[in-house]
């Protein structure tokens, strides 16, 4: 059920991305906001720093039309960041760029969590990414106890992910990893032990964003698969061959965007 909904997001967000009503690309502005205090004009990420201070007399927009034009034609309000223009459509003398600058990348710093506690489990789960435009890598660690038929199994896993960034101020982050290393713990009912470091797995994730300034709120489901094989242990008279394991996981967090 989980990843039916997770799909049916991303489905949903393709569709209103195709809806796209402006060819600028992206990163840029479709517009100019003027700011009735100082009557300076703003677009892109130099509008995103200067709306976060106070106008006074409020806010005008103007829609920048074709992207093959750059020049303003009619009122209109819209969202978003990244150099400054002055009134003719012209990057302004302050803030130049060389001639072949397409845009400066966005560059997100993300943390998540997530928990889940029952009578007889624990799970706890955090991951850490950093994006450079749209594609992103981190790491995840999940911890995991439970107890069934009076063993006890205490385990943990870090994954190594990568990923991809659809949207700007909503954005939608898809991606997966591999289970790195682990550890697992098997305390049996006969108080035997058995250790493993032997782990092989999978992750995948689907992530929502939503922009606020330069912070971002985060929501979303993470889901990992794993195998822990080749059991130490003192005992003689029982073995564990191998230990399979899997989960979803609902994970909030939020991040900060240069």
Request: hydrophobic fraction near 30%.
């Amino acid at each position: 059920m989980v990843r039916i909904t997770l799909i049916s997001f991303v489905m949903l967000f393709l569709i209103g991305c195709s809806s796209k009503i402006n060819n600028w690309p992206r990163g840029m502005t479709p517009f100019f906001a003027e700011c009735q205090s100082d009557m300076k004009v703003y677009v892109d990420r130099a509008y995103l720093k200067r709306k976060g201070q106070p106008c006074e007399g409020g806010w005008r927009f103007y829609d920048r039309g074709d992207s093959s034009k750059g020049t303003p034609n009619y009122p209109r309000k819209y969202t978003r960041h990244e150099k400054q223009y002055d009134q003719s459509g012209k990057i302004s003398s302050s803030n130049q760029a060389p001639s072949n600058d397409t845009g400066t990348s966005i560059i997100r710093l993300r943390g998540l969590s997530g928990n889940y506690t029952s009578d007889s489990q624990e799970v706890k789960s955090s991951t850490y990414t950093i994006i450079w435009d749209r594609l992103g890598i981190g790491q995840s660690t999940l911890k995991y106890k439970t107890s069934i038929s009076g063993d006890k199994y205490d385990l943990e896993n870090k994954l190594i992910n990568i990923s991809y960034t659809f949207g700007d101020d909503f954005t939608l982050t898809i991606g997966g990893g591999s289970v790195t290393n682990g550890e697992l713990t098997i305390t049996s009912s006969d108080s035997e032990i058995f250790n493993s470091s032997n782990v092989d797995g999978l992750g995948y994730f689907g992530i929502l964003g939503f922009d606020i300034g330069f912070f971002e709120i985060l929501a979303g489901i993470q889901y990992t698969r794993y195998t822990f094989t080749e059991f130490d242990t003192e005992s003689t008279s029982t073995n564990w061959a191998n230990f399979d394991g899997s989960g979803e996981l609902f994970i909030t967090g939020i991040g900060f965007s240069f």
